[in-house]
């Protein structure tokens, strides 16, 4: 069995990173005028990586991890670690198939279907999360797949989404190459709150 609060980050990823690596230097959200052609840049960004940190609170209890998110093309690779090495996780995701390996590596769970993050986190907490959404999240853009709202503030920058039941709340952006990426934003409906700081992303090329 994993302990509480790392099973508790780990569902909480799912419900809601090498080459070379980039420094983050915090800079002004992006703005409203910019948004539609950062959507479609971002969009097409599918190989990229980010590692940080990320505490989830929930009605069965908190936790928090430390997080390295991988996306290559439509296959994502999720690791979860604990304090001092604690717990540790690690979770292959592409469409079809998800499969949890842990700290000894072997095989712990493995679901089939193009919902396969889905059907896990029905069976372990009894409620859904669109996680096909949450690599579009990270990015600082919606999932082009859904309808979404945005919300900006006065001088025209972005402060959330609203997409799916869920809204995403950007506190920091930093500049990474040549695009502006989240480094704080949580992502929260009426019972599940997560909260994430990126220390680090990596663009490939």
């Known amino acids: 069995m994993f302990g509480t609060a790392i099973r508790l980050v780990f569902v909480a990823v799912l419900v809601v990173a090498l080459s070379a690596c980039s420094s983050l230097r915090e800079v002004s959200a992006p703005a409203n005028d910019s948004m539609a052609q950062r959507i479609a840049d971002l969009s097409a960004l599918d190989d990229w990586?980010?590692?940080g940190r990320i505490a989830v609170k929930q009605p069965a209890g908190s936790g928090q991890s430390k997080i390295l998110w991988e996306q290559t093309g439509e296959t994502t690779d999720i690791?979860?670690?604990g304090p001092l090495g604690a717990g540790a996780i690690n979770i292959h995701w592409v469409p079809d198939e998800l499969t949890l390996v842990g700290a000894d590596l072997?095989?712990?769970h493995r679901y089939i279907g193009g919902n396969a993050a889905e059907q896990f986190l029905a069976e372990q907490l009894g409620w859904q999360f669109p996680a096909a959404s949450v690599r579009y999240w990270?990015?600082?853009i919606p999932n082009p797949g859904h309808q979404f709202e945005q919300e900006f503030d006065d001088a025209g920058?972005?402060?959330s989404i609203s997409q799916l039941g869920w809204r995403v709340e950007y506190q920091r952006f930093a500049q990474v190459?040549?695009?502006?990426l989240p480094s704080k934003l949580g992502i929260q409906n009426t019972e599940v709150r997560l909260r994430l700081i990126v220390d680090r992303w990596s663009l490939g090329d």
């Not at 190459?177 to 502006?180: K, N, R, S």
């Open 157 to 159: 920058e972005l402060i």
């Open 79 to 81: 690791g979860l670690t």
């Open 106 to 108: 072997d095989v712990r």
């Open 49 to 51: 990586s980010m590692r």
């Open 138 to 140: 990270l990015l600082g």
């Open 177 to 180: 190459d040549e695009h502006l």
